[in-house]
């Protein structure tokens, strides 16, 4: 099973952008399926963005229009584009693999990363 680091949080005013980065310890060309999540302070963990081996994405309403998700297999790297950013956005992220993109939920998951917090500024 592959380890994944997330990086790239911080600190932005509303409508800034950020970008997300997950490492993984091996080779994520045989993972069906890549997410990123938040959970917010007193929040349930959601699933922010999703996306398949071959490249099919899904994102929360939330934060469609607004957020972009890409995987580079060759460097196995997952990364989450965020633009036009709200408070409501913060929250600390993390990344999963899974084995389907239709098993993504995050109660499919008992193990998750130290994430990396993103605060947008009210």
């Known amino acids: 099973q592959v380890q994944l680091v997330e990086s790239g949080g911080g600190l932005v005013q509303p409508g800034g952008s950020l970008r997300l980065s997950c490492a993984a310890s091996?080779?994520?060309?045989?993972?069906?399926?890549m997410g990123w999540y938040r959970q917010a302070p007193g929040k349930q963990r959601e699933l922010v963005a999703a996306i398949t081996s071959d490249g099919i994405t899904s994102y929360a309403d939330s934060v469609k229009g607004r957020f972009t998700i890409s995987r580079d297999n060759t460097k196995n790297m997952v990364y989450l584009q965020m633009n036009s950013l709200k408070p409501e956005d913060t929250a600390v992220y993390y990344c999963?693999?899974?084995?389907?993109?239709?098993?993504?939920?995050?109660?499919?998951?008992?193990?998750w990363g130290q994430g990396t917090q993103v605060t947008v500024l009210r």
């Open positions: 999963n693999a899974g084995p389907s993109i239709w098993t993504m939920a995050p109660k499919y998951f008992e193990t």
């Open positions: 091996g080779s994520i060309l045989s993972i069906s399926a």
